[in-house]
């Protein structure tokens, strides 16, 4: 409570809340006039493009000439067709920007044109089939998961592989991959598309799948936009359960922990979802805002003593319909029967299927009606190899976060196996490695270890700490200065990925935000 009332004083005595981010602005006099004259079904704004400059993360601020609203596929054509057109000569460069939940700039373009996809999605139909063995959804790239989720459930189908938070567009997952509990068994969000639409840096509307244009259908899935905007995806579905049991228990052992992860992530017959999270002084069960578990629970969380020592909480959850309740209840006490936890820490709740997916929504309301949602957020999402896992979590647990957390801690297993080594995403090379996400929350105008200065400078303590005890990690949600680092990045990959772009977008226009390729500069690459 003290942290929360702490953002509440600042709040309450400032109309500022952010700090130390880049903002760079550029006049409306720098737009040619050819671009003010396009031919569009919706619209270019020119004036009142500031909120194009922001996103989730808050740390960076680039404000674009204008910003296209399309009403179809073909604006964005155009509108990217127009900017290669004008060569070297403008220097223009295109970002397309869902629902503005990027960290660092990666959907912004200093000086250059943002493109609305929530836009296009007023304009698009989602077409769900049903019919046969494989249902499937076709979508706009520009629709929020969560509407997608409402639509399907209407035929009594969801998707496989979902978000934690579902407030996110379809086409900006599927730039980066889409992990949550359910990624070990069904991969990621890429893992379930059939087919794309693309929008290329030339300007060209491509329909591309494993048969058809292949090399441009695997690149985009993971790419960063690099190579092309997606502006439609159909996505794999399967029958949608109604309920779901919410399970949590604490393990005070990590070695425990991460045993019985890996156990249950092996296991045909295991739980939906498998995910966890770090307990340091119960600031993971007491300012966990991801998730609102049940009433009941902060208050059992104050009453268990930890006696300061950092737990892990195994999350589980396990889907069902109303008539199968006996059966997945004993199915659900013979696999924990399996599992070394605490057994006094033990908490159950049913939930409905939607609320389960939806649970970091709730706790979103919370936050924004008190200003807390608009605060900067310096995470850090990494792929920790499975055989490292124990010597990154004595180090990082042990030697750097050691009293409190800023915020939730991730950690859980994914199964390499269900991952497509074609597409653009980059992950250890292991068969099992963990996501480990740091989604620390900056408290404004803190000059302490809850400020964003502190909080930057102990993400990169993480990140040196990887780098000098080579452990292979990987950037989940990447963020680089300089194509070097990109280079390490992306590893033997590089060169695929280089020539990818010279293929669908020679100029370097696309996703400048990135900091990959510099506008017209491939030769250099």
Same mark, same amino acid.
């Given at each position: 409570?003290?942290?929360?009332?702490?953002?509440?004083?600042?709040?309450?005595?400032?109309?500022?809340?952010?700090?130390?981010? !880049?903002?760079?602005?550029?006049?409306?006099?720098?737009?040619?006039?050819?671009?003010?004259?396009?031919?569009?079904? *919706?619209?270019?704004?020119?004036?009142?493009?500031?909120?194009?400059?922001?996103?989730?993360?808050?740390?960076?601020?680039?404000?674009?000439?204008?910003?296209?609203?399309?009403?179809?596929?073909?604006?964005?054509?155009?509108?990217?067709?127009?900017?290669?057109?004008?060569?070297?000569?403008?220097?223009?460069?295109?970002?397309?920007?869902?629902?503005?939940?990027?960290?660092?700039?990666?959907?912004?373009?200093?000086? &250059?044109?943002?493109?609305?996809?929530?836009?296009?999605?007023?304009?698009?139909?989602?077409?769900?089939?049903?019919?046969?063995?494989?249902?499937?959804?076709?979508?706009?790239? &520009?629709?929020?998961?969560?509407?997608?989720?409402?639509?399907?459930?209407?035929?009594?189908?969801?998707?496989?592989?979902?978000?934690?938070?579902?407030?996110?567009?379809?086409?900006?997952?599927?730039?980066?991959?889409?992990?949550?509990?359910?990624?070990?068994?069904?991969?990621?969000?890429?893992?379930?598309?059939?087919? /794309?639409?693309?929008?290329?840096?030339?300007?060209?509307?491509?329909?591309?799948?494993?048969?058809?244009?292949?090399?441009?259908?695997?690149?985009? /899935?993971?790419?960063?936009?690099?190579?092309?905007?997606?502006?439609?995806?159909?996505?794999?579905?399967?029958?949608?359960?109604?309920?779901?049991?919410?399970?949590?228990?604490?393990?005070?052992?990590?070695?425990?922990?991460?045993?019985?992860?890996?156990?249950?992530?092996?296991?045909?017959?295991?739980?939906?979802?498998?995910?966890?999270?770090?307990?340091?002084?119960?600031?993971? /069960?007491?300012?966990?805002?991801?998730?609102?578990?049940?009433?009941?629970?902060?208050?059992?969380?104050?009453?268990?003593?930890?006696?300061?020592?950092?737990?892990?909480?195994?999350?589980?959850?396990?889907?069902?319909?109303?008539?199968? /309740?006996?059966?997945?209840?004993?199915?659900?006490?013979?696999?924990?029967?399996?599992?070394?936890?605490?057994?006094?820490?033990?908490?159950?709740?049913?939930?409905?299927?939607?609320?389960?997916?939806?649970?970091?929504?709730?706790?979103?309301?919370?936050?924004?009606?008190?200003?807390?949602?608009?605060?900067?957020?310096?995470?850090?999402?990494?792929?920790?190899?499975?055989?490292?896992?124990?010597?990154?979590?004595?180090?990082?647990? &042990?030697? !750097?976060?050691?009293?409190?957390?800023?915020?939730?801690?991730?950690?859980?297993?994914?199964?390499?196996?269900?991952?497509?080594?074609?597409?653009?995403?980059?992950?250890?090379?292991?068969?099992?490695?963990?996501?480990?996400?740091?989604?620390?929350?900056?408290?404004?105008?803190?000059?302490?270890?809850?400020?964003?200065?502190?909080?930057?400078?102990?993400?990169?303590?993480?990140?040196?700490?990887?780098?000098?005890?080579?452990? *292979?990690?990987?950037?989940?949600?990447?963020?680089?200065?300089?194509? &070097?680092?990109?280079?390490?990045?992306?590893?033997?990959?590089?060169?695929?990925?280089?020539?990818?772009?010279?293929?669908?977008?020679?100029?370097?226009?696309?996703?400048?935000?990135?900091?990959?390729?510099?506008?017209?500069?491939?030769?250099?690459?």
């Amino acid at each position: 409570m003290k942290l929360f009332n702490k953002f509440i004083m600042i709040i309450a005595t400032s109309s500022i809340v952010l700090l130390l981010s !880049i903002n760079i602005c550029f006049s409306n006099e720098d737009v040619p006039l050819s671009l003010r004259a396009l031919p569009l079904d *919706g619209h270019l704004m020119f004036n009142g493009v500031e909120h194009a400059s922001r996103d989730f993360g808050n740390m960076y601020h680039s404000t674009p000439s204008a910003v296209l609203h399309p009403r179809s596929v073909r604006d964005i054509a155009r509108t990217i067709k127009h900017v290669l057109e004008t060569g070297s000569e403008l220097e223009l460069t295109v970002a397309a920007r869902g629902h503005g939940h990027s960290l660092e700039g990666q959907a912004q373009a200093r000086g &250059g044109i943002v493109i609305d996809m929530e836009s296009l999605s007023r304009h698009e139909d989602m077409k769900v089939f049903y019919e046969g063995k494989v249902p499937y959804v076709d979508v706009c790239a &520009g629709e929020l998961w969560i509407n997608l989720l409402h639509e399907c459930l209407k035929y009594g189908l969801a998707a496989k592989s979902w978000t934690d938070y579902l407030y996110l567009t379809v086409g900006g997952t599927l730039s980066n991959a889409g992990i949550s509990g359910q990624a070990f068994r069904h991969g990621p969000q890429i893992s379930n598309v059939h087919r /794309l639409e693309v929008v290329t840096g030339r300007g060209e509307v491509m329909n591309c799948s494993e048969e058809e244009n292949p090399e441009l259908f695997h690149g985009i /899935l993971g790419g960063l936009g690099q190579f092309g905007i997606i502006t439609r995806a159909t996505i794999s579905l399967e029958p949608a359960p109604t309920m779901v049991k919410w399970i949590r228990v604490v393990y005070s052992d990590f070695s425990a922990f991460t045993k019985d992860q890996e156990l249950l992530i092996s296991m045909e017959k295991t739980f939906d979802y498998i995910e966890g999270f770090v307990i340091i002084n119960r600031t993971g /069960l007491l300012n966990n805002w991801r998730s609102s578990f049940n009433p009941q629970d902060p208050v059992q969380a104050n009453k268990f003593n930890s006696d300061g020592r950092i737990l892990f909480c195994l999350e589980l959850a396990k889907h069902y319909k109303f008539e199968e /309740l006996d059966l997945v209840n004993q199915e659900i006490e013979e696999l924990l029967c399996q599992l070394s936890y605490i057994s006094s820490t033990l908490v159950e709740s049913d939930v409905s299927y939607v609320d389960f997916l939806n649970r970091v929504h709730v706790s979103e309301m919370k936050l924004r009606s008190t200003g807390l949602w608009e605060v900067p957020h310096p995470w850090l999402n990494l792929l920790v190899p499975g055989s490292k896992i124990h010597e990154f979590a004595d180090h990082v647990f &042990g030697s !750097i976060l050691t009293r409190s957390s800023n915020g939730p801690i991730l950690i859980y297993p994914l199964n390499k196996s269900k991952w497509d080594n074609r597409t653009s995403a980059i992950i250890p090379e292991e068969d099992i490695f963990y996501l480990v996400a740091f989604l620390s929350s900056a408290v404004p105008f803190s000059k302490g270890t809850d400020g964003l200065d502190s909080i930057l400078a102990q993400n990169r303590r993480i990140l040196e700490f990887c780098k000098m005890a080579q452990l *292979g990690v990987k950037q989940y949600l990447p963020h680089y200065t300089t194509q &070097g680092e990109w280079r390490t990045h992306f590893g033997a990959r590089w060169q695929l990925l280089v020539e990818r772009k010279a293929a669908y977008d020679p100029l370097a226009i696309l996703a400048p935000g990135h900091n990959i390729f510099q506008r017209g500069s491939m030769s250099s690459s």
